[in-house]
Nanobody
Framework: VQLQASGEGLVQAGGSLRLSCAAC????????LGWFRQAPGKERELVTA????????YYADSVKGRFTISRDSARNTVYLQMNSLKPEDTAVYYC?????????????????WGQGTQVTVSS
């Protein structure tokens, strides 16, 4: 599975942005998916995750109510809709795929990673 993230951008606080992650690989629909982020000087953290069939999701407390993860298996794509963005959401965002049915919570659960896409929120 190869993952290609897109949607990077610079937005003002309170704005919205949608990230996409397209996958190449016939097994995509059976993989759990997640979005991680890494801010400068900080460790990579899990933002949100979704199970293989979209039936279960997980959100970090810091993004609950603002971010939404979704997947479109017909398009082999996972999305991250980010609303009410804050300057502390500034980071490089990574999509990842896990062979577990998921949601998967730890980095070591994930087998494939996208290249990262920059999100910058100005105050």
């Amino acid at each position: 599975v190869q993952l290609q993230a897109s949607g990077e951008g610079l937005v003002q606080a309170g704005g919205s942005l949608r990230l996409s992650c397209a996958a190449c690989g016939r097994l995509f629909s059976s993989y759990a998916l997640g979005w991680f982020r890494q801010a400068p000087g900080k460790e990579r953290e899990l933002v949100t995750a979704i199970s293989w069939n979209g039936g279960s999701t997980y959100y970090a407390d810091s993004v609950k109510g603002r971010f939404t993860i979704s997947r479109d298996s017909a398009r082999n794509t996972v999305y991250l809709q980010m609303n009410s963005l804050k300057p502390e959401d500034t980071a490089v965002y990574y999509c990842a795929a896990s062979r577990y049915s998921g949601p998967a919570y730890y980095q070591y659960d994930y087998d494939y990673w996208g290249q990262g896409t920059q999100v910058t929120v100005s105050s």
